[in-house]
T-cell receptor, first 116, second 116 residues
Framework: AQSVTQLGSHVSVSEGALVLLRCNYSSSVPPYLFWYVQYPNQGLQLLLKYTSAATLVKGINGFEAEFKKSETSFHLTKPSAHMSDAAEYFCAVSLLSSGSARQLTFGSGTQLTVLP | GAGVSQSPRYKVAKRGQDVALRCDPISGHVSLFWYQQALGQGPEFLTYFQNEAQLDKSGLPSDRFFAERPEGSVSTLKIQRTQQEDSAVYLC??????????????FGPGTRLTVT
């Protein structure tokens, strides 16, 4: 079984401050890991993904995440928050196993607020 | 190019009514997923199609939920005898290939279903 835990359902940062959104996963096999962003009334957009290559993954809009197997974590960071980063962020996991639907299992989300 | 589209965007149904939700995936995408997103939660997997074959329906919450993709492109999610607990946003996603390591799932904007 696989699951994802996002710590903090709401995070507020000041514009220009570091953004850190936490994600821990549990998986019995090496996972694929993803971060998605959802703006109001829109679908989810992929920010970045980890697929067992480099442990530090760079994504769009200046976001990056580091896969740490020892901590079973995949935290999302951005050095300097912009007002446009305000949105809901979802961490997701998918198994490598063949024959599965490879559906995504999502965390419950973190709402990021950026304060002026 | 066109992304994943869903219709209607909003649907209000009286308890006991049947509803049909449509998903138009990106042209040529083999894989199609349906997810249910309850208020304040992350999306949860419902079902998966590879072309016209429904390979996984393990996430469908009851036999009132039915999905089809008869020609391997457009998909319809049908909910019979709607209940209040069916109120959620229903998201459709498509992917060129099942493999999450290479091929991204592209999400539509969702259909917000409210059962009164």
């Amino acid at each position: 079984a696989q699951s994802v835990t996002q710590l903090g359902s709401h995070v507020s940062v000041s514009e220009g401050a570091l953004v850190l959104l936490r994600c821990n996963y549990s998986s019995s096999v090496p996972p694929y890991l993803f971060w998605y962003v959802q703006y109001p009334n829109q679908g989810l957009q992929l920010l970045l993904k980890y697929t067992s290559a480099a442990t530090l993954v760079k994504g769009i809009n200046g976001f990056e995440a580091e896969f740490k197997k020892s901590e079973t974590s995949f935290h999302l960071t951005k050095p300097s928050a912009h007002m446009s980063d305000a949105a809901e962020y979802f961490c997701a996991v998918s198994l490598l196993s063949s024959g599965s639907a490879r559906q995504l299992t999502f965390g419950s989300g973190t709402q990021l607020t950026v304060l002026p | 190019g066109a992304g994943v589209s869903q219709s209607p965007r909003y649907k209000v149904a009286k308890r006991g009514q049947d509803v049909a939700l449509r998903c138009d995936p990106i042209s040529g995408h083999v894989s199609l997923f349906w997810y249910q997103q309850a208020l304040g939660q992350g999306p949860e997997f419902l079902t998966y199609f590879q072309n016209e074959a429904q390979l996984d329906k393990s996430g469908l919450p009851s036999d009132r939920f039915f999905a089809e993709r008869p020609e391997g492109s457009v998909s319809t999610l049908k909910i019979q005898r709607t209940q209040q607990e069916d109120s959620a946003v229903y998201l459709c996603a498509s992917s060129l290939n099942p493999s999450p390591g290479v091929y991204e799932q592209y999400f539509g904007p969702g259909t917000r279903l409210t059962v009164t």
